[in-house]
């Protein structure tokens, strides 16, 4: 496949299926085999892939991932964005804050035969925490 066409690939998984919830397109999108080695999943493949998307979509129902910069070569895609949402769902054992949380990422995904094969994420984890309120940010008081 070309460039071109795993880069539309990869922008529908973020719109179709983290945006909007479309969970049935992961089949279509993502390798049966499929992995996320920084974000492991709790099943493999397309079911992991919804399993977590699920998770995310039930704290933060309100979800937009806004892809900012999109490289490619060969079999590879890289997307560097941002996360937000509004944290009215338990995530990670963390209860419900109404909070609004904005996330840089970072990815990199490798497509096989027109299918998500892999995938490498580099979230601000700590960013989030802080703006739960779970982590006190720098300068602020431990609550």
Not at 54 to 83: C, N, Q, Y
Not at 90 to 119: Q, S
Not at 130 to 141: D, E, H, S, T, Y
Request: hydrophobic content about 45%; overall charge negative; proline content about 5%.
């Amino acid at each position: 496949m070309s460039t071109e066409q795993n880069k539309t690939i990869v922008r529908r998984i973020f719109d179709e299926i983290v945006n909007k919830g479309n969970l049935g397109v992961a089949d279509e999108l993502l390798a049966a085999d499929y992995v996320n080695h920084d974000f492991p999943a709790p099943a493999p493949g397309a079911e992991g892939f919804k399993l977590v998307t699920t998770m995310f979509r039930s704290a933060f129902p309100d979800i937009v991932v806004t892809l900012e910069d999109e490289f490619a070569e060969g079999d590879k895609v890289v997307t560097r964005g941002v996360f937000a949402g509004t944290h009215t769902g338990e995530f990670m054992g963390i209860p419900a804050t109404g909070r609004k949380v904005t996330i840089k990422y970072l990815d990199i995904w490798r497509l096989e035969n027109g299918k998500a094969k892999e995938n490498w994420v580099q979230m601000d984890l700590l960013g989030l925490m802080q703006q739960l309120g779970v982590i006190p940010a720098p300068g602020q008081a431990a609550a």
